[in-house]
């Protein structure tokens, strides 16, 4: 699995509503690509207006052909993820991108 992995500081908190709005709709795009895996939205809970997303993907060539199609291709999905803002309208990003090399779950404790 790959995790697409960002945060964004809201440059106004009080823009949090409109912000989670703006998660959705581009999740609602990027998860109808191959590979896709789901998206998920976490807000710091020290932080007002600073949230945690993680995207899940097969793999990170399933990750790479989403992002090229985005900013390249002329599929619907594409276009539609052009004509929304991007996510730096809203505050400062930071992105950091993982490879999953190892998982311990409940059931491996046993």
């Known amino acids: 699995m790959f ?3 960002w945060t964004m ?9 409109d912000f989670r709005e703006h998660w959705r709709q581009v999740s609602s795009v990027l998860q109808t690509y191959p590979g896709a895996l789901g ?7 020290d932080g007002p207006g600073d949230f945690l997303m993680i995207g899940e993907w097969e793999s990170k060539e399933a990750r790479d052909a989403m992002h090229e199609d985005i900013h ?18 809203f505050g400062r ?11 311990i779950m409940p059931e491996d404790l046993v």
Do not use: C
Not at 39 to 45: G, N
Not at 73 to 78: F, V
């Open 93 to 103: 990003i930071l992105l950091v991108t993982a490879v999953e090399v190892e998982t």
């Open 39 to 45: 998206s998920h939205l976490h807000e710091v809970t």
């Open 72 to 89: 390249h291709g002329d599929s619907e999905a594409a276009q539609r993820w052009r004509n929304l803002p991007p996510d730096n309208v």
């Open 3 to 5: 995790r697409y992995v």
């Open 9 to 17: 500081e809201l440059g106004d908190p009080g823009k949090a509503g």
